[in-house]
């Protein structure tokens, strides 16, 4: 039986600054057939994509795409925080709706043409997503596509997904 998701998402006004209404996926993926149906859900969409390699930003990209790798039998590579690799890396600066940030990809971690299909729990304003993209790039991959498990539909961060490249998209949930 489907079950809806935003049953298993908590709003946290105010946070971390004023005027940002935090959408956490904390109870969602606390609960199995939550967590379960989401992966699932951006499984099925993703496998038709055919993709080599799994990518997602730290942290909460990390808790979508490693399932979903594991499931579909392909392998995850993380886009880091900022000084956390030891190796080689390529390098992202990106806005987000209340600051900005830095990613890195280790160098190798992405094959040149391997096809990547990219995740994370939340899109905002498109920031984090078009790092991550660059990242793919820089080390000559092939975005073939993007999944959340929510959409901020606000803060227009499809849009800007879709000024660098008309990618194959989804989002399991809309706030």
């Known amino acids: 039986m489907k079950i809806d998701l935003h049953d298993y998402v908590a709003t946290t006004p105010d946070f971390p600054q004023k005027g940002v ?3 956490d996926i ?3 993926i606390g609960n199995g057939q939550a967590y379960r149906q ?4 951006l499984v099925d969409f993703a496998k038709s994509l055919e993709p080599d390699i799994i990518a997602g930003p730290e942290a909460r990209g990390f808790v979508v795409g ?3 790798a594991y ?3 392909i392998g995850f590579v993380p886009a880091r925080k900022y000084g956390k690799l ?3 890396a390529v390098s992202a600066k990106y806005g987000l709706e209340y600051g900005t940030s830095e990613l890195q990809m280790s160098v190798g971690s992405i094959k040149p043409g391997q096809r990547v299909f990219i995740v994370d729990d939340l899109l905002a304003t498109g920031g984090t997503i078009t790092a991550t993209m660059d990242l793919v ?3 000559k991959g092939v975005v073939v ?4 498990f929510i959409e901020l539909a606000d803060l227009k961060g499809h849009q800007k997904i879709m000024e660098v490249e008309d990618l194959p998209f989804k989002a399991l949930m809309e706030y």
């Open 86 to 88: 030891p190796r080689e």
């Open 66 to 68: 490693s399932p979903m």
């Open 21 to 23: 209404m935090f959408r």
């Open 137 to 139: 790039r820089q080390l």
């Open 71 to 73: 499931q579909m039998g």
């Open 38 to 41: 989401a992966i699932n859900e």
């Open 26 to 28: 904390n109870p969602l």
């Open 145 to 148: 596509g993007a999944g959340f």
